[in-house]
């Protein structure tokens, strides 16, 4: 169903968006953290992070969200954008946004829910995380309510998917995230009611095409690639659609079985498939041939992790590793503390970052030279130090210049170095 710019325009009064005034916008910079594990998907970074001494590192600020939330942050500049929402059966959707420097809230927009609100209640209508192009904002909630914004906060347009689509939702939440490329945004609703998939022209908010979904519960999020021409990835258990970004159109198929709650990962030229182990395409040469799998690399509930050339993978209290390019394990290790993950883990020049739900931070140090193929516990891999903050947390990390941004279920929390001269260490 395509919509008029008119009636896209009313939706937002509708919704009942805040038109307050707020901030000039911010440009976006090489630090920026745009969308769900990062601009590139690869939930990495190069830069030098924080880590905890003596099993305590102090915040350089917390501030509470207007909402509950397991939405991951993004960055844009100088701004920190999260998604909440709260009120009765948590109708009341918020936008907000942070300074990066100090926490102080720079703006903040609400919307009324459309769609179902309802979900489990370890998650929230605000379980999808945000996207940006650096000039844009989009938040999608479980609601299936989706708002456009400049990044001053200003409204620019408005749709309740629900109202297209009345038979979308589940009890758990509608927790896949936006995504976008060459200014299409690509939704991925699937549930065993009206499921869907769809790309929406990010200026208008028009629809620009809508392919149907299997109908069964995924949380999987989308991710876009080039081939060389844009397109998006949608991954579930039936196998793996790309399409065309601009036009829908059915590109390729790959007959795989997927996971319906870890993402893919786009490293080029590799797709990474998590599902039974991870499985990566090569979808620079023709055919899409398999490069290689690997059945060890169980992912559960969190995505692949791309960095320093090998892929990683969190399953719960144990965090493995294998070679990007052969998909040979390099080490695996466990880490006593950590129970039950649901966040992605992120990876700097540090370390990485394993949040557990409870609040728990474990920093692991990365394991250049494992033991090639061999993935038993070797303990070579050393844990750096731990963190507990208060949780639930379920969201995956940002970074950016050098800091990082957790999300619990009610508030932000910016960790950094204490000294300029800290955050210019370089990672032996």
Known sequence: MHLSRRSI?????????????S????????????????????????????????????PAWEVPTSGRGISSPIVIGDSVVVT??????????YVESFSAADGTRQWQRTLHALGRPYTHPTSANASPSPASDGEKIVALFSSCDLVCLRTDGTPLWYRALAVDHPRTGNDVSMSSSPVILDD??????????????????????ETLWTRPRP??????????????????????????????????????????????????????????????????????????????????????????VVHNGQVIVNQGSVIAAADFATGDSTWKTRMREVKSVWATPI??????????QSGTITVVGEEQNGVNGDASDSGEVEVLGTAEFTGPMLATPAVSDGSVFLRSDRSLIKLAHSTVAESRTTAE
């Open 9 to 21: 325009q009313i939706g937002l009064i509708a919704a009942g968006i805040g038109l307050t005034s």
């Open 23 to 58: 901030l000039a916008a911010p440009s976006a910079f090489a630090l920026d953290w745009l969308q769900f594990r990062g601009s590139d998907t690869t939930s990495s970074s190069s830069e030098v992070t924080p880590i905890p001494v003596n099993d305590s590192i102090e």
């Open 84 to 93: 909440s929402s709260g009120g009765e059966d948590e109708r009341d959707l």
């Open 184 to 205: 299409v945004v690509a939704v991925q609703l699937e549930n065993q009611g009206d499921s869907f998939g769809s790309g929406i022209d990010l200026e208008t908010g």
């Open 215 to 304: 109908r069964r519960s995924g949380w999987a999020t989308p991710i876009a690639v080039r081939l060389p021409d844009p397109a998006f990835v949608f991954q579930n258990s039936d196998g793996i659609e790309i399409v065309a970004a601009r036009s829908g159109e059915l590109i390729a198929t790959l007959d795989i079985s997927g996971s319906t709650t870890s993402s893919p990962t786009w490293a080029p030229p590799l797709l990474l498939v998590p599902g039974n182990g991870i499985t990566a395409f090569n979808l620079r040469e023709p055919e899409f041939p398999i490069a290689w799998e690997n059945t060890r690399l169980n992912c559960r509930s969190v995505s692949p």
């Open 347 to 356: 990876a700097t020049a540090s370390g990485i970052y394993v949040v557990d």
